[in-house]
């Protein structure tokens, strides 16, 4: 006799898990759908498929992923605590977003966690993310943006916050989408960012130090952009890249 069985939650999220993994073209596809087949999906449910369709790349990820987080939220004000956001399911969005090349819309994302009341707020990990979105857009005015967020983050992290972490990657990343327009306004705003985290380390924030590749990025930047007085500056560098690193 045939049975008529039809997956429980348990086997439906070990299969979402696995698609999510798989990285396979439609795998965040057809995530969503076994989702969808769910009775009582959770929190990690959802985180993996948001996280599916982050990593995509596929054309209405960034929607389809956004849709899902105002599912979530809307089931977690109705009362249904299993499913309510957690940090990684904005992560994932802003991500998402950030590959369609759409940083105002992952920073919208940020600013709806801020605003959370649901005891959650945003890590170095979500900052970060958008920061890297207005990087990658290319867009007028997307560094002077992530220029705000990055001081932002200073902000909160010398105020006390212990979830934001300064680390020389972040500030490597925007120092080197300055240095690549080769002129002297980007040569400037690196060289900006490096005496920055040099202040930082200075009064007791050592996550914040600058490594060699800091030093050398805005020696670049000042050698691709040759204007009067670049000589002295990028031996000025050197010198304080050599003291630094012999600390």
């Not at 959770?42 to 960034?62: H, K, Q, Y």
């Not at 649901?118 to 890297?132: C, F, L, Q, R």
Request: net charge negative.
């Amino acid at each position: 006799e045939d049975l008529d069985l039809e997956p429980n939650n348990i086997v439906l999220s070990s299969v979402i898990h696995a698609l999510t993994n798989s990285r396979e073209e439609g795998s965040a596809e057809r995530a969503l759908r076994l989702l969808d087949r769910m009775d009582q999906p959770d929190s990690v449910a959802f985180n993996s498929v948001l996280n599916a369709l982050a990593t995509s790349g596929d054309e209405g990820s960034a929607e389809g992923a956004q849709a899902l987080l105002d599912k979530m939220e809307r089931m977690c004000r109705r009362g249904n605590e299993e499913v309510c956001p957690t940090v990684q399911s904005y992560t994932s969005v802003i991500v998402a977003w950030s590959r369609a090349k759409e940083p105002a819309m992952a920073e919208r994302v940020l600013q709806r966690l801020e605003r959370s009341d649901a005891g959650i707020e945003p890590d170095s990990a979500v900052y970060t993310s958008v920061i890297n979105s207005y990087i990658v857009s290319e867009r007028e005015g997307s560094l002077d943006r992530a220029s705000e967020l990055l001081s932002k983050m200073e902000d909160l992290r010398l105020s006390g916050d212990a979830s934001i972490q300064l680390t020389p990657s972040i500030y490597h990343a925007l120092m080197t989408a300055h240095a690549r327009n080769q002129n002297k306004e980007g040569a400037e705003k690196a060289q900006v960012l490096l005496e920055r985290m040099e202040e930082i380390r200075d009064i007791g924030h050592t996550e914040c130090t600058p490594t060699d590749v800091s030093y050398r990025i805005v020696m670049r930047a000042w050698n691709q952009n040759r204007h009067e007085g670049y000589g002295d500056k990028v031996k000025a560098l050197h010198a304080r890249m050599t003291k630094a690193v012999k600390k």
